[in-house]
């Protein structure tokens, strides 16, 4: 890590450099070159840019966008309503994907998620919800100084919050984890970011395709985390090669997502700090796509259903996309297996 020179607030990090990008594609059985991965992000961020004007239309604004996005943020709850939104877009979540067939929720899944509260000091990290085995919410306390609650309030607001919470519970990351420690739990040896991110990521394009959001405030508030993914392959890359500045990070996060500088600033704080490698931000959305791409090849040009495919997929527990793809199709995978499989070629938004 690098020294902040005394200053606590400094956003620090060093470039790892092209050839570790290439090793840990590699790695990842990922046959793209960073160049190629940063081009994918700009056109999924196009995509998102021309949503955002269909939503900001709809919302009576014109092209302002950003202007949109000011109106989504004011609509929060109250301070110490936190828990209960959570609560209400987790049964929303539940029930959206239940009634659609698209995969079995265990009724312990359903019933024993909890919650946990996140500190001010892990806040100026993590803005946002997190999740896994919990969700952890983000929200404002007595502890910070008016500006940072705000700010709380603001980056966590009913639209942005209404995506995050299926990310990070059901059908994301808490099924995700409910499902690793029964089915092949020895898998999850081969950890990858594609695969964990990948899933939750998957999800919201796809809740997107299904009219999950039912009002343009609801679809900004989708958008903006699919704008944050496209946005995070672009800046994270592009750092590690050399070709942006941290600084110049938040800028992008502020001027093109609609961050608050606040939580551009956590954001870029936890891509380059050490706790996270190289590849972990840009597989947010390349994971997506990638599992999009299978689910494509399985269902809707294959043979088998949503629940079919999702239900498989968990079951087979972590491991690289292209070997997951090789095991669901019944692939041979010879010793050195290398994946060529141009996971991007034909999809479209």
């Not at 007595?142 to 299926?166: C, P, Q, Y």
């Not at 995700?176 to 964990?196: A, E, G, I, L």
């Not at 500088?261 to 931000?281: H, I, K, N, W």
Request: hydrophobic fraction near 40%; charge should be negative.
């Amino acid at each position: 890590k690098s020294v902040r020179g005394g200053d606590p607030s400094a956003v620090v990090g060093d470039p790892v450099g092209r050839e570790t990008l290439m090793a840990a594609l590699d790695a990842a059985l990922i046959p793209y070159t960073p160049e190629e991965l940063i081009a994918i992000g700009e056109r999924e961020a196009r995509w998102c840019r021309d949503e955002m004007l269909r939503a900001a239309q709809d919302m009576g604004m014109g092209d302002d966008w950003r202007a949109a996005m000011e109106r989504v943020k004011e609509d929060h709850v109250p301070p110490g309503e936190q828990t209960r939104l959570v609560r209400d877009l987790a049964r929303e979540a539940i029930a959206f994907v239940e009634e659609r067939d698209l995969i079995i929720v265990p009724e312990l899944a359903r019933d024993g998620w909890r919650m946990e509260m996140m500190s001010p000091e892990r806040q100026k990290v993590n803005p946002f919800f997190l999740g896994g085995e919990c969700i952890i919410v983000s929200y404002p306390t007595a502890e910070m100084e008016h500006h940072d609650k705000l700010m709380s309030m603001r980056g966590n607001n009913r639209h942005f919050s209404r995506a995050t919470v299926h990310h990070e519970l059901i059908p994301g990351h808490f099924l995700q984890h409910f499902s690793q420690q029964r089915y092949r739990p020895h898998r999850r040896v081969f950890y990858t970011p594609f695969w964990t991110e990948g899933w939750s990521l998957y999800w919201e394009m796809r809740l997107w395709d299904l009219g999950f959001p039912r009002s343009p405030e609801e679809r900004l508030g989708m958008l903006f985390w699919r704008m944050h993914r496209a946005a995070r392959i672009i800046f994270s890359l592009r750092f590690h090669l050399g070709e942006m500045t941290a600084r110049e990070c938040v800028e992008m996060l502020v001027n093109e997502v609609g961050h608050e500088r606040a939580t551009a600033e956590g954001e870029v704080r936890r891509s380059f700090e050490g706790d996270y490698p190289p590849l972990y931000q840009c597989a947010y959305l390349i994971g997506g796509l990638q599992i999009r791409a299978l689910q494509q090849e399985m269902v809707s040009r294959g043979s088998w259903t949503d629940r079919q495919f999702h239900d498989a997929f968990l079951r087979e527990n972590c491991m690289p996309i292209a070997m997951m793809r090789a095991i669901l199709r019944g692939d041979p995978i010879p010793k050195g297996f290398r994946p060529v499989w141009r996971f991007d070629a034909g999809l479209s938004n």
